[in-house]
């Protein structure tokens, strides 16, 4: 099989399985859709496709041998997802049941609730600039300003001798902020200069993050806040038009990085193909699938799933494995592969992996689905339950597919957000309250 054949085929089931996925939805509100990023998040693969049909073809001309094993991966993932989002979204499970229960003490938050959390992420948005600033501090650079910022952002080669000693103050000021960003317009604070200094610390906070040329946590917070937005306002009468608004927002962010380099004069080349040189996933694939087959490397048998919890270059930690299996060094300027649950399934058990892994993140996608619908179709919310109930369950259902790849951020997301639930709704089995913060 040729690269164009196999492109082909991979972008009829990259754009296929959501197709297949709602309509097992259907009935549904149009604008639950727009709740679930996944026929957004393919658009980028499927514009690969074209991009390096024309730029890369030279680069994957030995991947040939392998393209038919990795479809087949690729196919059976597709439809164990298919399936168990199905299920997760039909069936009635306990876990469904439980954090229906969660979702419902939020409805009944007392108006004092808010208050709490516009506290609370203000301490936390200059505990994140803060921790981070030092950092960039002590070693001496920002990732934005370095001779060499693609190497500087992932802190390999030449930094990450000054990247070491500060990791933890670093690492702990970015989780911070994206575990609190998605609070930021939710609690705006009364009065004009409590806003005035609130919105100063929130995009201090965000340009601090702007320095290491992260772009996700800075741009999804306030694109969710958007979408949920406008899924509440007047029924989803808007959410179309903000749905364009997205994908603009989208594009944008997959060439910033080109744009940057562009403007700090690091790159002679400005043109829409930055759009997708940006999202290299394809190539990363199969450069990986390629590697990992012509290595002959054994099964990890679990250990990426620990492995991120492992420090100092772990052979199975997630990011060094996609190094490993292309030829480079586990130090390498970059943080590895973004690779489908299939596929890192397969690394862990084979064939029986590329069944489980999709599996379980489909069960988990369908049960996320189920339960916005339940939301959405409510008519008794106020905003700001409506999105704390949207922030909590994805919060929620993101925990549980991120563990299949544990990990130290993992941990701290999962404690920030546990402390905005305590926050919300009081500790488990305490008093309770019971105030509507519609009446």
Not at 365 to 381: E, F, N, P, Y
Request: hydrophobic share 55%.
């Amino acid at each position: 099989m040729d690269f164009y054949s196999f492109s082909k085929l991979l972008m009829s089931f990259a754009l296929l399985e959501p197709v297949i996925i709602y309509l097992a939805c259907w009935p549904s509100p149009r604008n639950l859709l727009f709740t679930h990023h996944l026929p957004f998040t393919l658009l980028p693969l499927v514009g690969g496709v074209f991009y390096y049909f024309d730029y890369q073809i030279g680069l994957l001309a030995g991947a040939g041998p392998y393209l038919e094993s990795l479809l087949l991966v690729l196919v059976i993932g597709a439809t164990a997802h298919a399936v168990a989002f199905y299920s997760g979204f039909k069936l009635e499970t306990p876990i469904k049941g439980a954090i229906l229960r969660l979702l419902e003490k939020v409805r009944n938050v007392g108006p004092q609730a808010p208050q709490r959390l516009i506290k609370f992420v203000t301490v936390l948005a200059v505990a994140s600039s803060a921790l981070q600033l030092f950092a960039y501090a002590k070693m001496g650079f920002a990732p934005i300003f370095a001779a060499d910022p693609l190497a500087a952002k992932f802190y390999g080669g030449e930094y990450q001798e000054a990247y070491a000693p500060v990791a933890p103050f670093l690492r702990l000021g970015f989780q911070i902020y994206v575990a609190i960003a998605p609070l930021f317009m939710v609690c705006l604070p009364k009065g004009l200069t409590k806003k005035v200094a609130y919105i100063t610390i929130v995009v201090i906070a965000a340009g601090t993050i702007f320095l290491s040329l992260k772009r996700g946590p800075i741009a999804g917070p306030f694109v969710d806040f958007l979408l949920a937005g406008s899924v509440f306002y007047r029924g989803g009468k808007y959410s179309s038009a903000v749905m364009i608004v997205y994908l603009m927002i989208y594009a944008f962010g997959a060439a910033a990085n080109g744009i940057l380099f562009y403007v700090l004069g690091l790159s002679q080349r400005l043109d829409p193909e930055l759009i997708f040189s940006g999202v290299p996933d394809i190539s990363d694939l199969i450069m990986f699938w390629s590697g990992f087959q012509a290595r002959h490397y054994d099964l990890s048998l679990g250990r990426t799933v620990l492995g991120a919890l492992i420090p100092y270059h772990y052979e199975w930690n997630p990011s060094v494995v996609t190094k490993l299996a292309i030829g480079a060094s586990a130090n390498a300027p970059t943080g590895g592969f973004r690779l489908p649950d299939a596929v890192w399934g397969y690394v862990a058990f084979g064939y029986v992996g590329a069944v489980l892994w999709p599996a379980f993140t489909g069960a988990m996608a369908g049960i996320q689905m189920s339960i916005m619908r339940k939301i959405v179709l409510r008519r008794d919310l106020t905003f700001f339950q409506f999105y704390m109930m949207y922030f909590l369950l994805t919060a929620i259902m993101g925990f549980a597919t991120s563990l299949l790849a544990l990990s130290l951020d993992l941990v701290t997301a999962m404690l920030f957000t546990g402390i905005v639930i305590v926050l919300l709704v009081g500790w488990p089995r305490g008093r309770k309250i019971t105030a509507n913060v519609a009446r």
